[in-house]
Every structure is written in C-alpha cells, then in structure tokens.
C-alpha cells in the first residue's frame, strides 16, 4: 500500500509539473543563421518597433514585406510594442536566449549598458559605405567609436510659439540671446499674457531641455562629450548652467500650477496651453506640432505657429549653432543573422526615408530625403539641424540611464525650489559615483 | 484509508504548490539576492555590493520622505475615514427614500479603475478647473489652492481623492456588519431608557468591532502599498512631496534602471508590511481568527 501511495504521490506531483511546463513552453525554435552562414538560407527575424497606431504601423508592415519581396528567403516578424514597454521587455529578452534580431533603440548610455553586456551587434564594418549618408545623429548609436545602431529619425528641440502673441507683445524678432529670451517674458507679461512660458514639469524631462541646452550653450563641446563616458562635472560651467536656470524661473514666466502640469496630457498640458493661445511658447522637440494638434477643439495645428532655436549665451564656451535633440534607431541583437543590417540598410535608404518623412511622424535622417518635410516650422528646424556643429543628445539618454534620471530628477527640484545649481551638480555626481 | 490520502492531498495541493512557489515564494527570493548587487538588468550579476543597496536606500531622504508619507496616509485614514465611513453606512442603514441608489451612488467610485479615477480628478484640480471654479461659485474663492503643484498642499490632496476612491469599500463592510446585529439588541437598550448614541456607542460599535478591525488591517496594507493613484496624478511630485515607497521603487527599478537597488526597496517594502501585517494579526485579530479558528477545531 505504502509504496503505491507513493507512486500516486509523485505520480500527482509529476502531472501538475507537467502541465505547467507545457503552459510555460511554447516558445519559437526558429533556428538563426548563425552570422557568416550562406545568404540564401532561410532565415526568420523578429522585429520590435514601438509604432503601434497607424500610418507608422502599416509602413513600417509595408517595408518588410518590400524587403521579403527583394529576399524571399528572409521572413520578418514584426511585432509593434507600446513605447512604455520597451523599459522592461528589452532587459528582459536581452537576458534570455531568445531576443529580438530587431528593436528599437535610442542610443546613448543605455546603448552603452547593453554593450558592455555583450548583448548588441558591432555594425561598424557593414554600415561602413552608407552610413555617412545619414548625417552627424549617427554619433549617439557609437560607443567608443563603434556604430551599434541605425537611426531612422532624428529631431532637435526648440522654441515654437504663438506669433501673433509675440506680435501682440511687440517682440519683433525670435529672441536671438538669453537676454532677449528674459526681455521678451517681461514684455510679454506687461501685454497681459499669463503664462509666457508654457512647461510640463510634472514629467520632468521638459525641465531638464532648459538645463541641457544651457549647458550646451556654455561649456566646450569637448566637456559636454567627455561627460558621458568620464562623468567629470567640476568644470565651473555645469554650475553656471543651473544659475542660468534659476535666472528663468526667478523671472517668473511659467504658467500657474507648473509644477504639476503635464506635457501632452488634455488641453491644461503645456503643449494644449500652447495650442490653445493660452501661452506664448515652449521649449519642446520636433513633435510638438503633432502633439498640439491633437489637443486643440479642431484638430488642426493652430495657425500662426513659429519656431525658434534655443537662443545663445554670451560668453559660454559652447557655440550659438549646438543643437539639442534625440532620435529612434534599431539595433541587431546578438543572435540576429547578417540580414538584420542589411535590412537595416534598406530601412534608411533614401526611397524608404521619404515615405516616412511624407508620413509626418517623425524627421528622416538620410540624405536628400528632407524634401519630403513639407511643414515650413520643421523645414526650418531640420535646415538647423543639418548645419548644427555639434548635435547633443539629450542627457538623460546620453548618460547611463540611472544618472540621466538622476539628473531630471534634480534639474526638476531645482524647479521646485528645492534644490540649487550646485545642488543639482552634486546630486549628478553622486549618482554617477553609485553609477 | 491515510494513503488515499495523502494521494489526494498531493494531486489537489501539488499543482498550486508548485505554481505559488514559482511566482510567488521564487520572485519574493530573487528579490533577496538581486537586492544584494548593483545591476542594471542587463547582462550577468557580477557586481556584490552585500548590504549596500539597503544602507543607500535607508539613508536616502527621498525615501525616507516616501516612508513618512505612507505612515501619513495610514494615520489619516484610520482617524479620518474610519469616522466618515461609520457615519455614512449607518445612516446609509437607517430606512430612507432611495436608499438602494445611495448605496450605489457611493459604492460607485470604488468600482472605477485607478486610471479613470486618476484622470478624472486630474481634470477637476487643475488650475482654474471644476475645483477652483465651484469653490468660487459658492463665494469660497480664498480656499483655491494649487492642489497638485503645492508641495505642501499635494499628499493631503491626494488623500481626499484615495478617501473618495476607497470609502464605499469600507462602507459596504460596515454595512454587511451592520446587518448582522440583531435589532432586538438595540430595541430592548432603548426600552431601558437608553439614547441613540449610547445604543451606537454601547452595541452598534462593538459588535461591528470585527468588521472594523478587519477594515483597518485592508486599510493599512492598502496605504502601505499605495501606488496607482500616485503614479497616474503626480508621479511622486512635485520634487517627491507625494511618492511613497512603492512609487520610489519603480522609479528607481525601472525608470533609472537599478534593478539592484529597487529590488532592495520592495525588500523593505515587504518587510515593512510583512511586520505590520503580523503585528496585527498577534496583536489585534488574534480574538477574532482564534474564535474562529476554535470553533473549526472544536
């Protein structure tokens, strides 16, 4: 009895741990080429993209199926994923021995992070006759040197703002220093406009566009690109950056509550207060007109809408040209065959990257894909773009992520008074020492 | 027949064993090792930093900050809705027009999502919204305050918005307690010349005490674990005046990438609410479960 009771025992225990391995399984065997195989075997790749509404969605289905059409031995299994979902999934399948061949990248420290980890693919040698055609972004997708991703997209913050405010205010000419930026606030508020400035620093990351840019303004580019691999921030000019900071909000050119207002969120965000004349302007990135159009009564980009480059400040060490921005990528994983840059290749060749830019959701990088960006705010901001001396990019991407917040993090207390620029310094250099 | 068994009770508990170990007892475990390396999800665990993570985070005033607003929120709900809700459900329990709508009508909010609730209040608190607008209509204009962008004004702001999301729980509680005392009770204290307040204070509160207490134990967890609220309103702003410990935790896991240092957060956490929570059951549910638990036995 005693030993059938047993049986039935591990009989029973052996039956549930069946039935949850079988409900864990079920993942792909796909083989992958190994890289250096022969370019006529089959191969399947799956492709992260974090497009998931349309016309980004339908295009970007579209170019994989020109390319199975051009390569019929390739399969491309594309999988949109909500933008929010990469901070967790992409840790998650780099870990496992079944990531993506391709997923969207931003570059910058946490590109740095999944190289130092082994986990991204060196591009270098294969991008090497044409990635000289898709201008000075490329840079934020190197580490040491070495191109680990390919940006499709890249943009640059500015100033937009309401011109027929500004006119009413009678400020001629888009302020051209920091001092005409401070003197156009003044002039505004004497015309009766509530909120000069328009700022969502209740997701912090708006905040941070003023200190990064004035510090773009006024230490060496060289300080600026040394920072995210040395994290030395005793040059004198990181502080000033921050008093400058102070200067704006002592001037008092926000709107009310700013502390609490959203970005993009309804028609209270700082994009809706925009859009709706109820501010003059706003620091904000290339998509700001798409964002605004969605948060006005009819839908439209509001008329009358400027922009304006992040003006110069006298006697900074950075030049008046230096712009800041960001982009989107895509990186080949360690387990994605040699069709995965190939792929990549066609992805940002000149055809592909006017089709996007025509889409209006997002600017193309390529060379001679500009025309294909009809709206004359962002013909302007894309002409600025490709003449900056030096384009930065954003410094919490820039940066190993845990720092990058770490610096969003104070830049916004210092916005709620509660932190001053030196504060804000060595709140950065203590999250780098921990880094 | 023990060896049918023990058959049975290994064919019934095998499986959920083995799942609850996996995705409970496992994750509560790796959290415990992940807490003692600095790590940033990518790549293998090579950086040991022991107890390290645990002193940062103790010695952190942010999160420090986040803790002393979680004992905030406890401390105001246990004096603030305990009241409120006792009063409403019992004149919710008195015989009225239209009771059944009221129930529903204050039952309602707790049914929401945390997102719609979350956005809902987003829309009435911002500046010059529903808020401020009726505040001024009724000649109150002077209490408009910035109810999100205050720092000292936000967490207390976001207890009346958690209060209006979770008192209908407590009242549906206190109402099924309610129902459960006899009315003979009440009927034969009055006929000896006792007032209505004393029949609440003598009768009504103490063989609701039960019911109280269980409410509070949820009510304490539920503060202790606060997050979407939090999150979905104010992120923890401005400049951490609103975080708690589970909003910190995310932030510093996932939105900075420490997945180390965020794992030795939700340890605290955990142990903070496994304390508590065996605190109470020893201290203060002992009489209600051991009745129970005597009477199964016996």
């Known amino acids: 009895m005693t030993a059938l009771t047993r049986r039935w025992r591990a009989a029973a225990l052996l039956a549930g741990v069946a039935l949850l391995l079988a409900a864990c399984g079920g993942g792909s065997d796909t083989p992958t080429a190994e890289p250096g195989g022969d370019p006529n075997q089959p191969v399947t790749m799956t492709w992260w993209h974090n497009a998931t509404a349309d016309p980004g969605k339908s295009y970007y289905q579209s170019i994989a199926d020109a390319y199975r059409q051009a390569h019929p031995n390739v399969t491309i299994e594309v999988q949109p994923l909500q933008n929010e979902q990469f901070s967790t999934k992409i840790p998650v399948a780099l870990q496992s021995n079944d990531p993506p061949d391709i997923f969207q990248q931003w570059g910058g420290g946490q590109l740095a992070d999944q190289v130092a980890a082994g986990k991204v693919q060196d591009l270098t040698e294969a991008s090497r006759p044409w990635i000289g055609t898709l201008g000075p972004a490329v840079n934020n997708w190197q580490v040491d040197g070495r191109q680990y991703g390919i940006p499709y997209t890249f943009g640059i913050v500015g100033f937009w703002y309401n011109k027929s405010l500004f006119q009413k205010a009678g400020i001629g000419a888009p302020p051209a220093t920091f001092e005409d930026l401070l003197g156009a606030v003044q002039k505004l508020k004497s015309a009766g406009v509530a909120a000069p400035i328009a700022i969502g620093s209740k997701d912090k990351w708006p905040d941070a566009f003023y200190w990064d840019y004035l510090a773009l303004r006024l230490c060496s580019q060289d300080v600026m690109q040394r920072s995210a691999t040395d994290y030395n921030f005793d040059d004198p000019c990181w502080t000033r950056a921050g008093d400058m900071v102070k200067q704006l909000i002592d001037a008092q050119p926000f709107q009310k509550g700013f502390l609490a207002t959203p970005a993009q969120q309804g028609a209270g965000s700082s994009a809706g207060l925009l859009a709706n004349g109820k501010a003059a302007m706003e620091l904000m990135g290339h998509w700001n007109p798409g964002v605004m159009q969605s948060l006005t009564p009819d839908k439209k980009v509001p008329d009358g809408l400027g922009w304006f480059p992040f003006p110069a400040v006298s006697g900074g060490a950075g030049n008046p040209d230096a712009a800041l921005g960001g982009g989107d990528g895509f990186s080949c994983s360690f387990k994605a065959p040699p069709a995965c840059v190939d792929f990549l290749k066609f992805l940002v060749s000149v055809d592909n990257q006017k089709r996007f830019g025509e889409l209006n959701i997002g600017l193309p990088v390529a060379e001679g894909s500009e025309t294909a960006v009809a709206d004359p705010n962002l013909k302007g901001l894309v002409e600025f773009r490709n003449q900056a001396s030096y384009i930065q990019t954003y410094l919490d991407v820039a940066y190993a992520t845990s720092v990058g917040q770490a610096l969003n993090d104070a830049i916004a207390q210092q916005f709620a008074g509660q932190l001053d620029a030196a504060g804000v310094v060595e709140a950065v250099k203590s999250a780098a020492a921990s880094r | ?298």
């Not at chain 2, 979680?70 to 603030?80: D, E, Q, W, Y």
């Not at chain 2, 009435?124 to 109150?140: F, K, N, S, Y």
């Not at chain 2, 420490?258 to 956490?269: E, N, T």
């Open chain 2, 1 to 298: 027949m023990p060896g049918r068994k023990h058959a049975e009770l290994a064919l019934f508990v095998g499986p959920a064993l083995v799942v609850y170990s996996m995705f409970v007892l496992l994750p509560i475990g790796l959290a415990f090792w992940y807490a003692m390396y600095r790590w940033n999800g990518i790549g293998p665990l090579t950086d040991f930093v022991g107890l390290d993570n645990y002193r940062r985070a103790l010695q952190d005033p942010a999160f420090l900050g986040s803790i002393r607003h979680n004992a905030i929120i406890i401390v105001l709900s246990l004096t603030l809705q305990l009241p409120l809700a006792l009063g409403l459900a019992v004149l919710l329990n008195a015989r009225l027009r239209g009771r059944a709508l009221l129930r529903t009508v204050v039952f309602a909010p707790f049914v929401l999502s945390e997102v719609i609730t979350g956005v809902i209040w987003l829309l009435i608190l911002q500046p010059d919204g529903l808020a401020d607008r009726t505040l001024q209509a009724v000649g109150l204009g002077g209490l408009v305050q910035l109810w999100l962008a205050d720092r000292e004004i936000v967490l207390y702001t976001m207890f009346v918005v958690i209060t209006w999301k979770y008192i209908g729980f407590a009242i549906i509680l206190f109402l099924a307690g309610l129902q459960g005392i006899p009315r003979e009770l009440a009927e034969a204290a009055e006929v000896d010349g006792a007032s209505k307040p004393r029949v609440f204070r003598h009768i009504t509160v103490p063989l609701l005490g039960p019911t109280i207490r269980v409410w509070a134990f949820l009510s304490i967890i539920g503060s202790l674990q606060l997050f979407d609220l939090i999150w979905i309103m104010t992120l923890g702003g401005p400049a951490n005046a609103s975080s708690t410990m589970a909003t910190y935790m995310v932030d510093r896991g996932f939105r900075r990438y420490q997945f180390g240092y965020g794992s030795a957060v939700a340890v605290i956490l955990f142990l903070i609410s496994f304390g508590v929570s065996l605190a109470y059951q020893r201290l203060v549910l002992r009489r209600d479960t051991a009745g129970a638990l005597t009477r199964m036995a016996g």
